[in-house]
């Protein structure tokens, strides 16, 4: 809103009443002639005026929130009215244009449980619990929803408590973006070759802003893995550039390849990186990030230890993953 408002100021002072008067004022812009510019594009074709098409009855792209809609429905019938203690069910086959789903159904759900339902109805629901705050949350694993195929961007974004987003395929960028509770499992569909840089199922930037929840991903991801993550916990199975870049708090377990940057602003949390070569100690960022082998005996080394393998025998438990089986099996 306050952008908004500021966007209107400016847009005044220009004397423009909206954004879409001031489509195609290419008067208005200048090209930046500085020494110090690298590269020779000539850039002037950009402020050529143009004549503006007109289009009758326009299909503009809007929110598409289907899933989360038939999800909701779902929940209050089967979930919520019925007072079941848990319920799992088949969602739906996404696709690119499914962008943020999960996101809806928990802020929904948030609704529901702190503002709508009555003191009783929360006593007599099995899978409610009330914090020491006063908020109402859901029990561990009390909804799980499966879709598959190509989810879009913002898969499982800003999950909350109690709800697991079990999603067999692929994923766009920022999956988990927001968590704040609950679990996000990212399953391999099957159906080609696993070899490294082949398995790539979710994109950048996966849990930006986290601050809870757990993010199981049976096979790699790309760049900006957990960055800025603060409080959520992740398995994954090889990332890109720039993995826990920003990350003030959390866990994130990364079992397969990794790129530049690794840990850059990192200021708090846990990375644990899989890597016989040993050469992560000296390629991670040596700002504000320690390396630390867990071959040694101290108590902190071992405390470490059991949190990897707890780590681990999660992903196992949620994905299948070979790759962890294969680890835990030679824990030793």
Request: hydrophobic fraction near 35%.
């Amino acid at each position: 809103m306050n952008v908004a408002h500021d966007v209107r100021e400016i847009l005044a002072e220009l004397g423009y009443p909206s954004l879409k008067a001031i489509c195609g004022e290419t008067h208005l812009l200048h090209l930046i002639r500085h020494p110090e510019m690298i590269g020779e594009l000539d850039m002037t074709g950009l402020l050529g005026k143009v004549q503006k098409k007109h289009i009758e009855d326009p299909i503009c792209l809007e929110a598409c929130f289907a899933p989360d809609d038939k999800y909701i429905e779902t929940v209050e019938r089967e979930f919520i009215e019925a007072k079941r203690a848990s319920l799992s069910f088949e969602g739906e086959t996404l696709c690119n244009c499914n962008k943020t789903v999960g996101g809806q159904l928990a802020i929904d759900i948030e609704r529901i449980l702190n503002y709508r339902l009555s003191d009783a109805d929360i006593s007599a629901h099995p899978a409610v619990n009330t914090l020491s705050n006063g908020r109402k949350v859901l029990s561990a694993g009390s909804i799980e929803i499966t879709s598959r195929n190509s989810a879009g961007q913002s898969f499982a974004a800003f999950n909350n408590s109690g709800i697991t987003l079990r999603h067999i395929g692929t994923c766009n960028d920022g999956v988990g973006k927001g968590a704040s509770g609950g679990s996000i499992i990212v399953q391999y569909p099957g159906g080609k070759s696993v070899s490294c840089g082949d398995n790539v199922l979710v994109g950048n930037f996966a849990l930006f802003g986290a601050t809870g929840g757990e993010l199981f991903v049976e096979g790699e991801a790309g760049d900006r893995f957990g960055v800025r993550n603060s409080g959520a916990v992740a398995v994954v199975e090889g990332v890109g550039d720039f993995c826990c870049e920003y990350m003030t708090n959390g866990t994130i377990v990364n079992l397969g390849g990794y790129g530049k940057g690794f840990g850059n602003g990192m200021s708090g949390g846990t990375a644990f990186q899989y890597d016989p070569t040993g050469d992560i100690v000296t390629s991670c960022s040596n700002d504000s990030v320690r390396a630390i082998r867990l071959s040694g005996g101290d108590t902190l080394v071992e405390g470490q230890r059991q949190a990897l393998h707890y780590h681990l025998t999660a992903h196992y438990q949620a994905t299948g993953s070979e790759k962890t089986r294969a680890i835990l099996h030679n824990w030793h």
